[in-house]
């Protein structure tokens, strides 16, 4: 497997899953939705927590359009949802666009620090959001280890 940067290519350790070359930015993104995780694992409050695990969702998501999409050319196009995006470009992560999409409205009320879910709805999409992550690292043949379990601060 390598990591496609401009004109040169890196090897990365990875599973090959037919992807052939997985591009740097796609990694980024797969690097920053760990870190998000993270910070969503280690967040004082529902909310922070919630708002921390859909966007690492949703840099996940973003790094599977990076590999997987085609460049339009110099026209853009309409802005559209990455949930939106995500289930014409790799059909297999219909269900979990669905599922992300349905949260966004939650997720900006919570990055705007409204308390408005509960301490079982953010540990339940912080796992739901690893659980994510780790299809995105199957399907871009890139290593994954989940990083919860011991973090998760309510479960009842």
């Given at each position: 497997m390598s990591?496609?940067?401009?004109?040169?290519l890196r090897e990365v350790p990875a599973r090959d899953r037919g992807m052939g070359v997985v591009p740097l930015a796609a990694c980024e993104l797969m690097a920053s939705a760990r870190r998000s995780l993270t910070e969503a694992t280690l967040a004082g409050t529902?909310?922070?927590r919630y708002a921390s695990a859909h966007l690492s969702a949703?840099?996940?998501?973003?790094?599977?359009l990076a590999a997987r999409s085609c460049p339009?050319?110099?026209r853009?196009?309409?802005?559209?949802?990455?949930w939106a995006v995500l289930p014409e470009t790799a059909a297999e992560?219909?269900?979990?666009?669905a599922f992300f999409a349905a949260g966004a409205r939650k997720r900006a009320s919570a990055e705007a620090g409204i308390p408005c879910v509960t301490h079982r709805e953010a540990d339940?999409?912080?796992?739901d959001a690893d659980a994510f992550i780790a299809r995105v690292s199957a399907f871009l043949g890139l290593p994954h280890q989940s990083m919860l379990i011991a973090g998760l601060r309510h479960t009842g």
């Open positions: 990591i496609q940067s401009g004109a040169r529902p909310h922070e949703l840099r996940a998501a973003a790094a599977v339009q050319g110099k853009r196009a309409r802005v559209r949802s990455v992560f219909s269900e979990w666009a339940d999409l912080v796992r």
